[in-house]
């Protein structure tokens, strides 16, 4: 199956920074999406980008699909931005499996 | 149009107890996902719909666990009975014909077994 490989895995901020965070993808596919999982648990929605570049505010992804990664960038990096960020590709094989990378836990220190 | 709704939010029960997850998907997703991210480890997949039919329901990891989605809207994931290492969040997420467009998940389920 696709292989995704996320870095780094743990990330520690001072509030104000900025920062990129890494997936990498063994295998083409037809979905990446990236997400944040806050610390109450809560996953949301960030980009769902398989091509391209996309921004948000202080977030922005580019996805290379023929070089098989994807990255997030956060600017100006605030305390509210702590949490997981998780990759997640998937590609229809007679159905579509989301398969989530490890996840960069990130820190941002006030 | 309204995300994906997942209650309760929050569920504490005790070991060997039963507990029912529910998820609403975006009206109009004929495919619906569970997955759950455990003692902090990687999102996995546990099942997929389609409709009410099981696509694809090779990442339940045993029998205590009995997913449903009659009538193809909502769907249950029961946990039966619930042991400690079941513990974590558990996400649903629905998406349109092939889950092209991405997907919209849920904001979880925080199960905690004590």
């Known amino acids: 199956g696709i292989q995704v490989e996320q870095s780094p895995p743990d990330l520690i901020l001072q509030e104000g920074a900025n920062s990129t965070l890494r997936c990498n993808f063994s295998?083409?596919?037809?979905?990446l999406q990236w997400f944040h999982q806050n610390p109450w648990g809560q996953l949301i929605n960030l980009f769902y980008i398989p091509s391209g570049t996309k921004q948000n505010g202080r977030l922005s992804a580019t996805t290379v699909a023929t070089e098989r990664y994807s990255l997030l960038y956060i600017s100006s990096s605030q305390t509210t931005d702590s949490g997981v960020y998780f990759c997640a590709v998937s590609r229809y094989t007679g159905g579509f499996k989301t398969i989530f990378g490890a996840g960069t836990r990130l820190f941002v220190k006030a | 149009e309204a995300g994906v709704t997942q209650f309760p939010s929050h569920s504490v029960i005790e070991k060997g107890q039963t507990v029912t997850l529910r998820c609403d998907p975006i009206s109009g997703h004929d495919n619906l996902y569970w997955y759950r991210r455990v003692m902090g480890k990687e999102i996995k997949f546990l099942l997929h719909f389609v409709k009410e039919s099981k696509q694809d329901e090779s990442g339940m990891p045993n029998n205590r666990f009995l997913a449903e989605r009659t009538g193809g809207t909502y769907s249950t994931l029961k946990v039966q009975p619930a042991e400690l290492e079941d513990s974590g969040v558990y996400f649903c997420a629905s998406s349109q014909v092939r889950g092209s467009g991405g997907y919209t998940f849920g904001s979880g389920t925080r199960l905690t077994v004590v």
């Open positions: 295998d083409s596919v037809n979905n």
